[in-house]
């Protein structure tokens, strides 16, 4: 808190913790005859060590009225933006929804519990995912002058597995097989099989451009459609 008691006004600018706000209080004397000096104003800041982020139209405001009216922020710091990483986005397209109506459940809720699960099946030679590029940070100021310094983000590599082909720049990434696209942290593939436990309830039809292999059953009522072939553990309701 930086305090002065002029002759004829009384200012303090008070600077929040971590130095990104200051705040500005001036109250007139009784005898408004007196103008507000600006020289007064700017020594007043410089002794609260207020060098950037000064909010101009407020000190201009405050010379004109000569008052704050209580207290008014008049300079305000610069948060750090830190830059992001480099992150693999997909672009394969999900299962169009293609079955409509309702079932009946055993609480008389009307719902539709056969499409619920959509997979992302792709084409041999789809475009499958793109590697964004890291971004630059946006480095901030306190009022003080303190520069924040932000962190500029780093490349991933995502390394192409099995069925996918990257570009020379490493940032597309294509199919070169129908199939099922999966990605980790650090690798995508596209697998040719999609497993499930059982196709009921809790997945929906199944829509598959390769091999699907349920381990135990179909429930009945529920549909497994593929193009290469389908392998069911159990029994098909």
Not at 52 to 66: A, E, N, P, Q, S
Not at 83 to 108: F, Y
Request: aromatic fraction near 4%; proline fraction near 3%.
């Amino acid at each position: 808190l930086c305090r002065r008691n002029l002759p004829d006004y009384e200012i303090y600018v008070d600077v929040e913790a971590g130095d990104m706000a200051a705040y500005l209080t001036v109250t007139p004397p009784t005898d408004r005859s007196k103008k507000l000096d600006p020289d007064q104003l700017k020594q007043v800041l410089a002794e609260a060590r207020i060098s950037k982020g000064i909010l101009y139209d407020t000190i201009r405001t405050v010379l004109r009225t000569g008052s704050t009216n209580g207290q008014v922020i008049v300079a305000r710091g610069k948060e750090k933006v830190d830059g992001e990483d480099a992150s693999l986005q997909l672009v394969v397209a999900e299962t169009e929804n293609e079955e409509e109506g309702l079932v009946e459940d055993s609480l008389d809720l009307r719902v539709d519990r056969r499409e619920i699960l959509k997979l992302d099946s792709v084409k041999a030679g789809d475009l499958i995912a793109v590697l964004d590029a890291p971004t630059r940070g946006e480095h901030g100021y306190t009022v003080r002058g303190e520069p924040l310094v932000a962190r500029t983000g780093i490349w991933t590599r995502v390394r192409a597995g099995k069925n996918v082909d990257v570009n020379e720049d490493g940032d597309e990434f294509f199919a070169t097989q129908d199939g099922m696209v999966i990605s980790t942290r650090d690798r995508i593939r596209v697998e040719e099989v999609f497993e499930v436990t059982n196709v009921d309830g809790s997945t929906g039809n199944v829509r598959f451009k390769g091999m699907v292999r349920v381990r135990i059953n179909v429930e009945d009522g529920f549909k497994v459609e593929s193009n290469v072939g389908i392998e069911v553990g159990g029994v098909v309701g």
